[in-house]
Each structure stands twice: as structure tokens, then as C-alpha cells.
């Protein structure tokens, strides 16, 4: 995590961080990129960013797989599911489902060269795509974990219409992210947010604001859960809608 935040790519954004209030925009390096692009020319960068995600996601599945049900569920699809990290910790207690992470390609090559380290044979699949356009593997549960929080709402809203134009009518998604408290008062995640608007553009949403983001595209929100972690003070929230 650290290695993540005081890299070049990262810190040079958060430095520049009053372009971001004075324009409601994040922040573009000199070559006008967006920071994801900049991580395909830094690979070393890219490769510290991968690691502190893996070390969330890591917190959140070990925490969904204790105190989350999944045994309704026979196919799971993980939406921008990286490296098969959250899936391989979820499906060892979902004994009767499968899973499948959708990714982009290159990032889909290197995760099947490493997924037999899971122990998971043929139950965890790889699919490489886009997920704001690109069809997604058939599913009863799609999952997107801290995925909204890196994008404005114009942005999560494509993200989740392509979800929703996927999911099969009675399919579910759990959305897995943090929750900002809806009240005036400061909260801790306040600088992560902040954070997230200079180098992404996205931002730590309230419950309400992710009901709506969710209602909007065509899902029927059904309740929010809290799943406490195992590492960290707050807990993950899981906001779970269906497709009528």
C-alpha cells in the first residue's frame, strides 16, 4: 500500500490535488493520461497497485466466506475480478458454484497462468473484456467489489447498465465497496474519497447514493449487509439488488 501511494503515478496526482477542487475533474498527468493508462507504460507501478488491491481484496473474501451466504448461487461472476483473489476465497465455501472473473485480456492472461496455485481446477474461469460494453458470462450472482468507487457516476452508471444488460431475469448483484455514513459529521473515509476523486475520479458513496446508481439502471435494490473485517476497523458493506 504504500509503495502504491508515494509512486510516481499516484503521489504526482496528489500533489495536484487543487486542480481536482477547482474543476470537479481528477487530475491528468503531463501526457494527459488517466492514471490506469499511465500503469500500462509503468508496469513496476502497475504491479505495486496490484498488490495493495490484492491485499483488500484478500480482507474482503476471507470475510465474505465466513459470513456470507453463498449457497444459493451455482455461477458467480466476479466484474473486473483482477486476479481471481476474491473468487478464490469466496468459492471454497460456495461448494456447489463456479466462478468466473472478467477482466481486461492482458490482465485475464497473466491470472489463468497463476490460478492453479488456487487449487481450484476448472470451477474458477477467466474471460477477458470490457465491462462497460462487453457481454458478460451468464450468472446468478454478479459480484463488483471496490469497482464503482474508482468512477464518477456517469461512469459507474455504464458499468452497471452492462450488468444489468447481462444478468438473466431473478439474477442478483452484490455490490461489495464502503459506505460512507449519510450525515454532515466527518468520517474516515472522507481522505479516501478525496483521494479517489484526484486519481480515478470516483468517490466514497452514501447507501442512498448507491441505491440510486443501482435503481436506475433497471435493478430492485433488496437490502444492505455489513460484513465485518477481519483486519480493519470499518466493515465492507454488501448492497444486493435483482433483476426483475
Same mark, same amino acid.
Given at each position: 500500500?504504500?509503495?502504491?501511494?508515494?509512486?510516481?503515478?499516484?503521489?504526482?496526482?496528489?500533489?495536484?490535488?487543487?486542480?481536482?477542487?477547482?474543476?470537479?475533474?481528477?487530475?491528468?498527468?503531463?501526457?494527459?493520461?488517466?492514471?490506469?493508462?499511465?500503469?500500462?507504460?509503468?508496469?513496476?507501478?502497475?504491479?505495486?497497485? #496490484? @498488490? &495493495?488491491? %490484492?491485499?483488500? *481484496?484478500?480482507?474482503?473474501?476471507?470475510?465474505?466466506? +465466513? =459470513?456470507?451466504?453463498?449457497?444459493?448461487?451455482?455461477?458467480?461472476?466476479?466484474?473486473?475480478?483482477?486476479?481471481?483473489?476474491?473468487?478464490?476465497?469466496?468459492?471454497? #465455501? @460456495? &461448494?456447489? %458454484?463456479?466462478? *468466473?472473473?472478467?477482466?481486461?485480456?492482458?490482465?485475464? +492472461? =497473466?491470472?489463468?497462468?497463476?490460478?492453479?496455485?488456487?487449487?481450484?481446477?476448472?470451477?474458477?474461469?477467466?474471460?477477458?473484456?470490457?465491462?462497460?460494453?462487453?457481454?458478460?458470462?451468464?450468472?446468478?450472482?454478479?459480484?463488483?467489489?471496490?469497482?464503482?468507487?474508482?468512477?464518477?457516476?456517469?461512469?459507474?452508471?455504464?458499468?452497471?447498465?452492462?450488468?444489468?444488460?447481462?444478468?438473466?431475469?431473478?439474477?442478483?448483484?452484490?455490490?461489495?465497496?464502503?459506505?460512507?455514513?449519510?450525515?454532515?459529521?466527518?468520517?474516515?473515509?472522507?481522505?479516501?474519497?478525496?483521494?479517489?476523486?484526484?486519481?480515478?475520479?470516483?468517490?466514497?458513496?452514501?447507501?442512498?447514493?448507491?441505491?440510486?446508481?443501482?435503481?436506475?439502471?433497471?435493478?430492485?435494490?433488496?437490502?444492505?449487509?455489513?460484513?465485518?473485517?477481519?483486519?480493519?476497523?470499518?466493515?465492507?458493506?454488501?448492497?444486493?439488488?435483482?433483476?426483475?
Amino acid at each position: 500500500m504504500a509503495l502504491m501511494q508515494m509512486g510516481e503515478g499516484m503521489w504526482n496526482r496528489m500533489a495536484r490535488l487543487h486542480e481536482t477542487v477547482l474543476t470537479g475533474r481528477p487530475v491528468h498527468d503531463d501526457r494527459g493520461e488517466e492514471l490506469y493508462d499511465y500503469y500500462v507504460r509503468h508496469p513496476q507501478e502497475r504491479g505495486w497497485h #496490484a @498488490a &495493495a488491491m %490484492a491485499d483488500l *481484496t484478500d480482507d474482503a473474501g476471507t470475510a465474505l466466506a +465466513e =459470513q456470507y451466504d453463498f449457497a444459493p448461487y451455482q455461477e458467480i461472476v466476479d466484474i473486473g475480478g483482477s486476479m481471481g483473489l476474491l473468487l478464490s476465497k469466496i468459492l471454497p #465455501a @460456495a &461448494a456447489h %458454484a463456479n466462478g *468466473t472473473v472478467v477482466d481486461r485480456p492482458q490482465i485475464v +492472461e =497473466q491470472a489463468r497462468a497463476n490460478a492453479g496455485a488456487y487449487g481450484l481446477g476448472d470451477r474458477l474461469s477467466f474471460t477477458g473484456g470490457d465491462f462497460f460494453a462487453s457481454d458478460l458470462p451468464r450468472g446468478d450472482l454478479y459480484l463488483l467489489k471496490t469497482v464503482l468507487c474508482d468512477w464518477g457516476d456517469e461512469n459507474a452508471s455504464r458499468i452497471l447498465a452492462n450488468a444489468f444488460r447481462c444478468t438473466p431475469p431473478g439474477g442478483r448483484l452484490a455490490v461489495i465497496d464502503w459506505v460512507r455514513p449519510a450525515g454532515p459529521e466527518p468520517s474516515e473515509l472522507d481522505i479516501m474519497s478525496i483521494s479517489l476523486e484526484v486519481v480515478t475520479g470516483g468517490r466514497i458513496r452514501t447507501e442512498a447514493e448507491f441505491v440510486t446508481l443501482i435503481e436506475s439502471v433497471g435493478y430492485r435494490f433488496d437490502s444492505a449487509v455489513t460484513v465485518a473485517s477481519r483486519e480493519r476497523s470499518r466493515p465492507w458493506y454488501v448492497l444486493q439488488a435483482t433483476r426483475p
